[in-house]
């Protein structure tokens, strides 16, 4: 491999067009650059070589600057960002398994055991056998390339971890969780397992512990009349099953750590998905991945996809941009918004906006799926004491720190404190500068009319 790359002479224009995703893959993968310890950059090299490209075509095809892939390439750039990663992965067709070890290399560590019959068929458990529930994805998905990054990054690597998705109700957590499992899903060749914990759904309680070891054990194959009646047992059970499995499992709307702990990964080869609008901190080996709203150039790509491009057609961009600016840039709202406009024929973004403007909640109420219907489920989960702080300090516009809320709760800064960290931890509150909060304009909203 090193005399191949020396050959064709790194930043040269190699010969020939880019080839075919088919082409790429049929080709024998160069050895070198699966060596444990090689750097990415000897590893990006190998591939980039193999795929025909220049590091100039490379960058075009990745969205990145070519001074990134030079750095890489000679070592200068060690720790490349996790977004590049997923681009240069992308750019370059690798597959789950080659993107694993690119993402493990780029985080200086060793990926996860290859994946035995990814590739010329050895022995495999029987499709049948083998769960495969993840949803489908949001269509059409819209940005969050690093955090996606970061989930792959997290769930390739050689370590048995729990991906924590944490953000405000309708950030696009379960939308996140379930595109990176997708993607991550070749390397767990044992099976996907979803599950709904219903930590937020109107009129349920958050499923028991015991019941979501009930649900895994099934979706492992496991008899009904074999699933135990105690709680530990069930854990123990699942944790024999999954042992010796690559088993990825998808919890989604955790309402708290209990609820998770029974089903950490219990083998080398298991890794969790959690999404939770809490933080779960009370778990070991957790790598969080905080989701915040969108940037607002996504938030215009979203609106418009979810709207149609017909509708949106013509608008000036400082519409579009206010118009997502009034959603919150909060993908649920977005889409809701979005939505309301492609019912109604006649109106165009500016009369949206004008609603929007005039009336926010009326417009953004989409009833049990809409953004206020899952704040006041987050609400109602908080004890009184938080619900008083929730309630007084959440209508204020404009950013305040402990002191101002203690005078307005009538009580002492540290205890005021305590109450903004249990709003925090549930997201919410912000806290954009350290001892400043403030409330998200929609959860403002709310706040204002709980
Ligand atoms: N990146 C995205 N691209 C496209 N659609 C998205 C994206 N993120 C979220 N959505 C859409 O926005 C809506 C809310 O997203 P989602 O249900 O994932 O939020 P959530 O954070 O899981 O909310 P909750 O806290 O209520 O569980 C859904 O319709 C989802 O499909
Ligand atoms: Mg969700």
């Known amino acids: ?65 070519v001074r990134t892939i030079r750095r890489l390439e000679n070592g200068a750039l060690r720790r490349p960002r996790p977004s590049s990663i997923l681009l240069l992965a992308d750019a370059l067709r690798l597959d789950g398994e080659e993107r694993a070890v690119l993402a493990a290399a780029a985080l200086g560590r060793t990926a996860a055991p290859p994946v035995r019959g990814d590739r010329a068929g050895t022995v495999r458990p ?28 997290h769930g390739s690597s050689g370590a048995p971890v729990v991906i924590a998705v944490e953000g405000m109700a309708g950030a696009g957590k379960t939308a996140l969780a379930v595109r990176a499992a997708r993607r991550l899903a070749p390397r767990f060749p044992d099976g996907q397992v979803f599950v709904d914990l219903r930590g937020h759904r109107p009129g349920r309680a958050p499923v028991h512990p015991g019941e979501a070891l009930a649900r895994v054990l099934g979706a492992l194959g496991v ?29 989604d709307d955790a309402a708290c750590e209990e609820q998770v702990r029974p089903l950490l990964p219990a083998g080398p080869g298991c890794r ?42 013509g608008t000036p961009a400082d519409v579009l941009a206010e118009t997502v600016r009034r959603c919150g840039l909060l993908p649920l709202a977005v889409r809701t918004a979005a939505a309301r406009l492609r ?64 005078s307005v709760l009538g009580t002492t800064a540290p205890q005021a404190r305590r109450l903004l960290d249990r709003l925090l931890d549930v997201h919410l509150l912000q806290e954009p500068a350290p001892g400043r909060y403030r409330f998200h304009d929609l959860v403002a909203d709310h706040a204002a009319a709980s």
């Not at 070198?32 to 075009?60: D, F, K």
């Not at 999404?275 to 905080?290: C, E, I, K, N, Q």
Request: charged share 25%; proline share 7%.
């Open 1 to 65: 491999m090193a005399a191949e790359a020396a050959a064709a002479g790194a930043g040269h224009e190699v010969t020939g067009g880019v080839t075919s995703m088919e082409g790429i893959q049929d080709r024998p993968l160069p050895q070198g650059p699966y060596a444990p310890g090689t750097p990415p950059g000897a590893l990006l090299r190998g591939w980039r070589e193999r795929a025909l490209l220049t590091q100039e075509r490379l960058a075009e095809r990745a969205g990145l600057n």
């Open 126 to 153: 029987a499709a049948a056998d083998v769960p495969r529930e993840l949803p489908a994805d949001a269509v059409p998905f819209t940005g969050r390339e690093a955090e996606s990054a970061a989930i792959e990054i």
């Open 223 to 251: 008899p009904a009349q074999r699933v135990p009646e105690h709680i530990d047992d069930r854990a123990a059970l699942y944790r024999g099953a999954v042992a010796d499995r690559r088993i990825l499992v998808v919890l």
């Open 272 to 313: 969790l998905i959690v999404t939770s609008r809490r933080r779960l901190t009370g778990l070991d080996d957790v790598r969080a991945v905080p989701l915040d709203v969108l940037p607002v150039d996504h938030a215009i790509a979203l609106f418009t996809a979810t709207a149609g491009h017909d509708r949106v057609a």
């Open 343 to 406: 019912a109604r024929p006649a109106w165009t973004v500016e009369h949206l906006l004008a609603r929007l403007n005039h009336a926010r909640p009326t417009e953004l109420d989409a009833g049990e799926r809409g953004v206020y219907a899952a704040l006041d489920l987050s609400y109602q989960r908080l004890p009184d004491d938080q619900r008083r702080a929730y309630r007084l300090l959440g209508s204020r516009a404009a950013e305040f720190g402990a002191e101002d809320a203690a």
